[in-house]
């Protein structure tokens, strides 16, 4: 089974900050890489999507890359803002299912 | 109106009784999921539909049973579930259960406590 680990598990930064989240996992063999926001009592929003021919995506503030080779994925966030403070999943499919991580949660301070 | 809507937001109920949970995809996907999300761990895959049919079940006990009428719709049936059943249960949908290029929707889960 697809073992997805993310690295920090908690991270606070002030306002402006440029930070990157990290993901690894354990099968190459993923279809693709998807990077998530969840908000504190809420649904997943889904931000990222790499996949598995690819090797990055942007979307505004963020650009999510993606090596198979070694296993990794990062986040990137550009000029962090309060309201970027939330749980950030990946999740490498495989198959039909998606294999999360722990998450990283992200206090961005003012 | 949201992609993937889910009913109710909270549930409390008692270890013997019967309720159900409710989800609605409006994106015209072919494929839904059940998710179960609990405290301090990974988000756990429960059942994948594809096309009103069960394509995987990983291993659920059968106090949870998924229903799923037509493509849009998909149930979760609760039926003698323990307190370790609290979570949040999370309903998704895709355009295919699989291909490597779609995006996976979720809803905003339902809260289910069993007490």
């Known amino acids: 089974k697809q073992e997805v680990t993310q690295i920090p598990a908690a991270l606070s930064v002030p306002e402006g900050e440029n930070l990157v989240l990290n993901c690894s996992f354990t099968d190459s063999a993923i279809y693709n890489l998807q990077w998530f926001r969840q908000d504190p009592g809420k649904g997943l929003t889904s931000l990222l999507l790499i996949q598995s021919s690819q090797r990055e995506q942007t979307s505004g503030r963020l650009n999510a890359s993606l090596d198979k080779s070694s296993g990794r994925s990062t986040l990137y966030i550009a000029a962090s803002q309060p309201g970027d403070s939330a749980t950030y999943l990946c999740?490498?499919?495989?198959?039909?299912?998606?294999?999360f991580g722990k998450g990283t949660s992200l206090l961005v301070t003012p | 109106e949201t992609g993937v809507t889910q009913t109710p937001r909270h549930l409390v109920m008692g270890m013997t009784n019967k309720k159900s949970l409710k989800c609605e995809q409006h994106l015209g996907h072919n494929a839904m999921y059940w998710y179960k999300q609990s405290a301090k761990k990974p988000l756990e895959l429960m059942f994948v539909?594809?096309?009103?049919?069960?394509?995987e079940n990983n291993s659920v006990p059968s106090r949870f049973s998924p229903e799923c009428p037509n493509s849009s719709h998909l149930f979760l049936h609760l039926h003698t579930l323990q307190p370790e059943d609290s979570a949040l249960y999370l309903c998704?949908?895709?355009?295919?259960?699989?291909?490597?290029?779609?995006?996976?929707?979720f809803g905003e889960g339902s809260w289910l406590t069993v007490v």
């Open positions: 539909y594809s096309l009103e049919e069960r394509v």
């Open positions: 998704a949908s895709s355009q295919d259960p699989g291909g490597s290029g779609n995006t996976i929707y």
């Open positions: 999740a490498g499919r495989s198959g039909y299912a998606l294999n």
